[in-house]
């Protein structure tokens, strides 16, 4: 009995070694299927090469005044307009903008492992049609472009600001201010009304991984709560233009000899300097060959200025006469800006010239009057009407040199001649009222006073004559004037005819014609 009770112990305790065996590859089996089922989660995980679309907000500048704007130009070009097109502004062509973008960056994405993403020259407008699979994610701008955030919500980093209309890429980016141009668009509920107002556009720069990757589907840190930092200010630029223009000028020969000195100007345009900050100040500078200089200073906006410009005799080396002389002007601008980009300066040349022409004021010849005498001393309205034989004809000149008039001590008296002429011929003529050359046979008493500039002539025979007078200046200048006028011979006396009846009536009205006939009856 005790040998049979001591097998059944030990058969009892082999049976309870197995069932525990069992129980413990059962537990054993149980724990496996959680890192079973790890393992096949990893499994079906797609492992693939990765796109991220590098989302960039561009700074640009406008003005809007007067219904039209502009886009300033940041590297100091010529500036693009823009057409309005519906609901927003588009521009009429490109400009250039710059980017702080290296060509690597490197997702802050679990699974990812630092793995840096290469720009593949391909920067397009921003579309939500850009992710085409599960490969593609929007990014947002870290430490310049160096490392990024990925998110599934673009809006995180492109926050509504509108796409660029196109956008020309660069093939590499330098990380240290790339220029690409874009085609901007503003809409027109966005618009302000002034100068160099600030706006933004935004663009998309597609990198792709160095090695395939898990796809992200937008857990772990890369995902959410990502920001994207406005854009790095663009650098500050400056670009001055001027274009300067002299006015010739004409100045008096006589009185610039006497006097010695004239005037002109100069003016400089500097308007079309660029730049895409503000402008804080400006100096214009010029010279001549004559001695002339300037320097000025100004605050805001480089404007358009001009300015007088002095001239001697002496600094144009004039001789007298008439003539020419031509002065070479130079000039200078140098234009400031200051912006969130830093400050810039610019400057620029440019030439001209200006003319001095030394004139002549050309004598004017003039007959003053002709006037039958003595009626011309009562100043009868008729005394240039009626001219008859033996009775003197008062001719008065009004001839005069306006050097003369001006400058009567530094000026030669001008030389006249009075002619008169009949049938085409020169019967009389009178040199400087001095002088007396004239046919007899036509003409009585002949008189001339030189300081009042008279002549007196009784003509003796009647018919047309014509009075011709020259005046000649210092230089020889000329001017010539003309008048003809009809002598009558002797005039008849009046006769009184008196128009009646040769009998009246009293009380009876006579037909008398009027009041002279009256008096001649009367008397």
Known sequence: MSIGSEDMKKQTLKNCICWLQRIVCMLLILGMIP????????????????????????????TYENGKMTLYNILGGKSVSMTKQGKVWVADGEIPVKTDYSDTTVPKVDGWSGTKFTYTGTATPFSTNLIKGSNYHWAGNYSGGKECEVSTDPEE???????AVEVNPPGGLSGNGTVYYITPQIPVSDVKVGKLQSYANSAVFWFKSEKALPDYSGGGSGGGGGTDPDPEPEETTASADLSIKANDVSVNYKKFSVEGKGETSVTFDPTDSSTNADWT????????????????????RPRKKSFPIEFTKESLKYKGGLGSATVDVRGSVKVYADGDGGSASDSANANTTYTVKYVNNEPVAAIDKVSTLPLADAGSKYDTTFYYVNKPV?????????????????????????????????????????????????????????????????????GYYTIKTIIADELGAQDTATKTIYVNGEPEPPTAIINSSDYTFVNYPFPVKSLRQILIMIS
């Not at 790890?38 to 960039?56: E, F």
């Not at 980093?157 to 796409?163: D, F, H, K, N």
């Not at 500078?285 to 300037?294: A, F, N, R, V, Y």
């Not at 300081?451 to 009647?462: A, K, M």
């Open 394 to 462: 008062r001719i008065t000149d009004g001839s005069y040199d306006p050097e003369y008039q001006a400058y009567p001590s530094d000026t030669k008296k001008p030389t006249g001649q009075y002619a008169i002429q009949y049938k085409g011929q020169n019967v009389l003529v009178s040199t400087n009222f001095d002088s007396i050359e004239k046919w007899d046979t036509l003409f009585g008493e002949v008189s001339q006073d030189k300081d009042n500039r008279t002549l007196d002539v009784t003509f003796t025979q009647p």
């Open 35 to 62: 890192v079973l089922n790890i393992n096949a989660g990893a499994a079906n995980t797609k492992v693939q090469y990765q796109w991220v679309m590098l989302i960039s907000k561009v700074a640009i500048k406008y």
């Open 281 to 300: 100040k400006y100096v214009l500078s010029g010279s001549d060959d004559q001695g002339w200089k300037m320097n000025e200073n100004y605050n805001g």
């Open 157 to 163: 980093y492109r926050r509504g600001v509108i796409s």
